[in-house]
Nanobody
Framework: QLQLVESGGGSVRPGGSLRLSCGAV??????VGWFRQAPGKEREGVAC????????FHVDSVQGRFTISRDVAKTTVYLQLNDAKPEDTGVYYC???????????????????WGLGTQVTVSS
């Protein structure tokens, strides 16, 4: 399996936008999720997408602001961040799973492969 690679992080003002990318996704993966971890906090799921039919799920705190998607070739998964808030600050990770188990798709324990993360900072 190739190492997942996140990119697109950076600093943005409140209300601004960023687009994160997760590369090296392969056809072996059933799903990809985006997670984030703020300093001193546990890693939390943000959104996930099924690679077969592109069904998506977003947690309530980002619903309507963030959008997960994938490209047609199924090699890259994106997370579009709009209307960013200071509480969105953290390291963002993408992760992949070859077969989902019984947990919700935003549970980190579901995932087998992880990238190294990209920093997102929302500050005025």
């Amino acid at each position: 399996q190739l190492q997942l690679v996140e990119s697109g992080g950076g600093s943005v003002r409140p209300g601004g936008s960023l687009r994160l990318s997760c590369g090296a996704v392969t056809s072996d993966y059933a799903g990809v999720g985006w997670f984030r971890q703020a300093p001193g906090k546990e890693r939390e799921g943000v959104a996930c997408i099924a690679m077969t039919d592109a069904t998506t799920f977003h947690v309530d705190s980002v619903q309507g602001r963030f959008t997960i998607s994938r490209d047609v070739a199924k090699t890259t998964v994106y997370l579009q961040l709009n209307d960013a808030k200071p509480e969105d600050t953290g390291v963002y990770y993408c992760a992949a799973v070859t077969r989902y188990g019984d947990h919700v798709c935003t549970d980190p324990d579901e995932y087998d492969y992880w990238g190294l993360g990209t920093q997102v900072t929302v500050s005025s």
